[in-house]
Structure formats: structure tokens, C-alpha cells
């Protein structure tokens, strides 16, 4: 099969490029940039692997076009993600116009399968019960908002296309490679992770290498044709759970201090209404907050049934091998701070509050 695939040097993209090399697929990766040494290295090494890399935008239909020539699959990553001090505008050009971009690329070269990758995120962050397929929608920030448009567009324009298509929406991904998490693994395995509140809200994780397969079952499993799927791994565990168990990896007595909750909930949004007014990109957001007030679990049997596909790595031995490639990791850049008392705490808050993204 011949797969093309964008956002292929990103942390899922790159990875499913490798699973797929590894299964005797040709691919084609799009990239937007290799302006950094590690995505220039990241490169070398999907290159090495026999993947044809080409630079793009999928912003740009005409060389969207030129890039997938040939492709019977079109797997659909590159996305608008974590990116804050932009405007809500930023998230809509990238993940639900660029969305209709790729497709109509894949309609133009004859592809005959377009695989999305959405998030469970469009179910909201916080649920008492187990979240299957049937849930409504209810999507918490403008990043889930517009995968939740993305969908309705692969929906709409396949069916136009006659294209089918397979919409996956996996959990929070962790494991190597994955810098969003890197300082946190980090601050846990030191002893200076700060859980804000009780932590009883369950956050539950799928390991990349497990996702990747799961993409590539989609890309081909005949019963995922025109689905919608949940994509997690083996359990939910509440957050103080999960930072226990990863302190306890790191032979750490605690993962760090515990706090209140609504002080920094407060912190969170006159600093970013302060940054938006001076126009400078805000250290720390609401969004950047809702790492502690999450609490889902998901159900993602029909996953399991339509790709013929299980999860195989359990969270106890993706956290050891994630905490492992994490200390093994050189920081790009290390600042060291003197300050007194409490400006050793006002800089540990700020550095947490960076640090904290969605799990």
C-alpha cells in the first residue's frame, strides 16, 4: 500500500511512518519545516528507513496534490495543538480548512481511504461514567472544537468524494520523543512535580507505539471502513495514582508537593488576560490549568473489534520506558535561577504551570 502522510515528523506522524516502513508500506511524508536540529535528525532517520519526505503546507491544495500522487491512503495528522497566543481564527485555518485541504488532495489522486486523527477530546474533559462512541459531543476548548468541525468535514467530503474514511479519536498519547511531556517525566523523577488539588480525576493514556498500529489497521481493516472510533490504552488511573506510580519508577518517595488548587486556577486566567492585553504571549493560560480539572475514562472495545487490534503496552511499562528515554534526553537549554525564597517559589509555580499540559 502506498500511505501519504501528513504531519509525519510530528510525535504520532513519525511514529506511524515507522510502523508503516516496518510493514513493508510505501510512504510519503509531509513536513512543514526542518528548521530544528531534532526534526532535521528525525528526518534523516525516516529517510534512512526508506520514507520519501517532502516539505509542504497543508495549507498549500497544489503542493498537497503533488506530495500524495499515487497514495491509496491518506493519513490525516498534521494539526493546530498546543499552540497558545493565537487566535481562535489559527485553529480553524489549520485543522478544519487544512482538513478539507488534504481531502481534496486525496480525492484528486484516487485514494481510496482517508484515516483522521481527531481526539477523545471532542467528548468533553470530565465525565463520571465510561465514555463509548454513543456519547455526545461536547467539546471544551477551540482545539477539540475545531477536530470536532474536522470530523463533520471528512464526513461531508468523503461522501462526496466517495471516499471511504475512518475517523479515530485516541486518548492522551505519552511515550519517547514526545517533548510535550519531557519536563514534566522530569520534574516527576526529581521529586518537584506540584499536584494542585486532590488529583482524583482519571486520565487515561495510550502508548504511541500502540496508536501507530492502531492507524495502520485503519488504513486498511475493512470493517473500520465509515467509523468513528475511540482509541485507548488498557486502563484509567486517577492523576494522583499516575504521578505515584511514576515517582515510584524513579525510586522517587514523591512525585513533589501538593497544593490548592484555586489560587493557581485564578493565577492562570489574570495572567493570560494580562498577556492578551499587552499582546505577548501569555507563560501561563487557562487551558494550560485543565490538566488538573480533567477526569475521563473511554471504552474502546469497538476499536478493538472493527481494526482487530488490542493495546499491548500497559501504563506501568510505557511510563519506564517514557521516564527512561526522558532522562536520557539532553534539554535543549538548562537556566539556572538565584533567586530568594519566594522567588524560588514563584519560579516553581510558573515552571509547573508550563510544564502542565494535557495527558
Known amino acids: 500500500m502506498r500511505i501519504f502522510v501528513t504531519g509525519a515528523t510530528g510525535f504520532v506522524g513519525a511514529y506511524f511512518v515507522e510502523r508503516a516502513r ?14 530544528d536540529p531534532r526534526r532535521r535528525a528525525l528526518l534523516t532517520h525516516l529517510r534512512a528507513l526508506g520514507a520519501e519526505m517532502r516539505c509542504g503546507d497543508i495549507t498549500d491544495r497544489a503542493a498537497l496534490r503533488r506530495a500524495a500522487e499515487g ?37 484528486r489522486v484516487g485514494a481510496r481511504r482517508f484515516v483522521h486523527c481527531s481526539t477523545a477530546g471532542v467528548y468533553g474533559q470530565r465525565s463520571s461514567g465510561l465514555i463509548d462512541e454513543r456519547a455526545p459531543a461536547r467539546p471544551w476548548n477551540i482545539y477539540e472544537q475545531t477536530k470536532l468541525a474536522a470530523e463533520e468535514e471528512v464526513r461531508r467530503l468523503t461522501h462526496m468524494a466517495g471516499i471511504e474514511y475512518v475517523i479515530l479519536r485516541p486518548v492522551a498519547v505519552y511515550g519517547p520523543r514526545d517533548e510535550r511531556l519531557l519536563r514534566l517525566f522530569r520534574a516527576v523523577a526529581k521529586g518537584r512535580f506540584p499536584l494542585f488539588g486532590r488529583g482524583e480525576g482519571r486520565r487515561h493514556m495510550i502508548y504511541v507505539t500502540d496508536l501507530a498500529e492502531a492507524f495502520l489497521c485503519a488504513c486498511s481493516a475493512p470493517g473500520a471502513a465509515n467509523h468513528e472510533l475511540i482509541v485507548a490504552g488498557p486502563q484509567a488511573v486517577p492523576l494522583r495514582e499516575l504521578l505515584e506510580l ?22 492562570a486566567a489574570i495572567t493570560e488576560d494580562v498577556c492578551r492585553w499587552l499582546r505577548v504571549k501569555p507563560p501561563l493560560y487557562r487551558r494550560r490549568m485543565d490538566f488538573y480539572l480533567n477526569d475521563a475514562a473511554f471504552d474502546s472495545r469497538l476499536a478493538q473489534r472493527v481494526l482487530g487490534w488490542t493495546p499491548k503496552v500497559d501504563l506501568r511499562e510505557g511510563l519506564s520506558r517514557t521516564l527512561m528515554a526522558a532522562q ?23 515552571l509547573s504551570a508550563h510544564i502542565v499540559t494535557l495527558i
Not at 493546530?80 to 488532495?105: I, P
Open 22 to 35: 516496518a510493514g513493508g508500506h510505501d510512504v510519503i511524508g509531509l513536513y512543514r519545516s526542518d528548521a
Open 71 to 107: 497514495a491509496d491512503c491518506v493519513c490525516h495528522f498534521a494539526a493546530a495543538f498546543r499552540e497558545s497566543g493565537v487566535t481562535d481564527d489559527h485553529f480553524r485555518s489549520v485543522n478544519v480548512a487544512g482538513t478539507a485541504n488534504v481531502l481534496d488532495a486525496a480525492r
Open 246 to 267: 511514576l515517582a515510584a519508577i524513579a525510586q522517587r518517595k514523591s512525585f513533589g508537593p501538593r497544593l490548592p488548587l484555586a489560587p493557581m486556577l485564578a493565577c
Open 328 to 350: 536520557d534526553a539532553t534539554p535543549s537549554a538548562e537556566r539556572a535561577y538565584t533567586t530568594g525564597a519566594l522567588g524560588s517559589l514563584v519560579m516553581h509555580l510558573l
